[in-house]
């Protein structure tokens, strides 16, 4: 797989995540812990709300909209509600973030 | 067993245990998860926030995304900003700065609030710290329309044009919001000033409002006009402004010492009692306790948060952290 560098792991808060503009949409990119990120789609699957504005916890992200939880790792919402986000390969090197080239969106190209 | 701690139990551990930091909470409290979850945090965070003001450093992590950015979000993801308007007192200048705003960042919707300010509806979040540094500029600071904090201090024009008025409302109600903005309690917390028992602010229905009379100021808590009305339960009259200003100053702390989160007033008063609440502040001794815990609180809080924001050091962590739209042509 290739990889992208989009930044600093310190640019992310710990919690936290930033949004990265891609052409196939915004990803968000999460910071779980120290040296742990998750890359997702940043739009909630119940009513799009932006996940890169919620509370992380745990590898979870709280919707700020209305409060679905979903897993960073699966992209399956949790509890009592259905639905899925798209996950993206990523990783921390050198305190650098790395995410899947695909997001770059060549093949569509 | 282990018996499931109760908010106002974890309130009492965090002051008798000395629990500066929320990994302390977790940690000797028994937290069951990694590192809480998006309805404890930032209950916690606010805990630690109004009993360890000096020792604890705020969590921009455990907050909801609109005291994280300092906006309301709204349903499409855009933003709405309220600046504040002392007592719901403008100036032409300050109406053309928000006019100008509008227009430079194409706001879609002005709106008048309750609350007697200017709402900018539709503000998209990269644009934040730009139109909070035009507004800034313009003498204006946030409004906190979007905090668990202090909102607005209503209030009618009082002896300054009506007939009818029989105490300064429109400047008490200055004062109180010079004195309370920027704190953060428990719940969101909206005041009014009525000039005469006809109560044009509608001081009735509110968190704290304050009826002047002719021989001085009645106050009432625990109004409210949400998911449920309530009116104001009667805390205590008073003969002259310092002496309502001591009390409501003290109330608040009261309030942001022992309430659940997301308690409003009415709701932390009906568990404790008004009565106890009358003689807690009946104190003299324990009324100046209150009124300095609270000022050193504002020592730190008191800051506005749009105006360190809009610095670019700040501003960029708005924008995204990478475009991967904008590939460079090779």
Redesign the interface.
């Known amino acids: 797989m290739s990889w992208?560098d989009?930044?600093a792991i310190d640019?992310?808060?710990?919690?936290?995540a930033?949004?990265?503009?891609?052409?196939l949409g915004?990803v968000a990119?999460f910071r779980t812990d120290e040296a742990t990120v998750f890359a997702t789609s940043n739009t909630c699957p119940h009513?799009?709300?932006?996940l890169n504005?919620?509370?992380?916890?745990?590898n979870k992200v709280?919707c700020?909209?209305h409060?679905w939880?979903l897993d960073l790792e699966s992209g399956e919402a949790l509890g009592a509600d259905e639905g899925r986000i798209e996950t993206y390969a990523a990783r921390v090197e050198n305190g650098r973030?790395l995410i899947e080239a695909s997001?770059?969106?060549r093949q569509a190209a | 067993m282990i018996q499931a701690l109760t908010h106002e139990d974890v309130r009492r551990l965090i002051k008798s245990q000395e629990l500066q930091s929320q990994e302390a909470v977790w940690q000797e409290l028994g937290w069951k998860?990694?590192?809480?979850?998006?309805v404890c945090?930032?209950a916690i965070n606010y805990y630690l926030i109004a009993d360890w003001p000096v020792e604890y450093q705020d969590d921009?992590?455990?907050?909801?995304?609109n005291e994280?950015?300092h906006a309301n979000?709204q349903?499409?993801?855009t933003f709405s900003v309220v600046p504040r308007m002392w007592g719901g007192i403008t100036t032409a200048n300050e109406l053309r700065a928000i006019a100008d705003a509008a227009d430079k960042y194409n706001v879609p919707t002005v709106k008048v609030t309750g609350g007697q300010r200017i709402d900018l509806l539709g503000v998209k979040?990269e644009d934040l710290p730009a139109i909070w540094d035009d507004l800034t500029k313009a003498g204006m600071v946030s409004g906190h329309a979007y905090a668990k904090g202090l909102r607005t201090v209503k209030t009618c024009v009082g002896t300054d044009h009506c007939r009818f008025g029989t105490q300064d409302s429109t400047g008490l109600g200055i004062k109180l919001e010079k004195k309370l903005w920027g704190s953060w309690t428990p719940h969101k917390v909206k005041m009014a000033v009525s000039g005469c028992p006809r109560n044009c602010a509608e001081a009735t229905c509110k968190d704290v409002g304050i009826v002047c009379v002719d021989s001085g100021f009645e106050i009432g808590v625990g109004g409210a006009a949400g998911m449920d009305v309530k009116e104001v339960q009667p805390l205590v009259k008073v003969a002259t402004e310092d002496e309502a200003m001591e009390w409501v100053v003290a109330f608040v702390q009261l309030y942001r010492e022992n309430a659940k989160y997301l308690d409003r007033p009415y709701k932390w008063i009906a568990k404790v009692g008004l009565e106890w609440v009358q003689e807690t502040l009946g104190d003299e001794a324990e009324r100046a306790r209150l009124v300095a815990a609270f000022d050193l609180s504002q020592s730190i809080y008191q800051k506005d948060p749009w105006a360190e924001r809009a610095k670019a050091e700040e501003a960029k962590k708005f924008a995204?952290?990478?475009?991967?739209?904008l590939?460079a042509a090779e």
């Open positions: 992208i989009i930044g640019d992310i808060p710990l919690r936290g930033r949004k990265v503009k891609t052409k915004c990119v009513k799009g709300g932006p504005e919620g509370i992380v916890h745990d709280t700020p909209l409060n939880v973030v997001l770059l969106g | 998860t990694r590192n809480g979850c998006h945090r930032p921009p992590q455990s907050r909801f995304v994280r950015k979000i349903k499409d993801g979040g995204p952290l990478a475009d991967l739209t590939e």
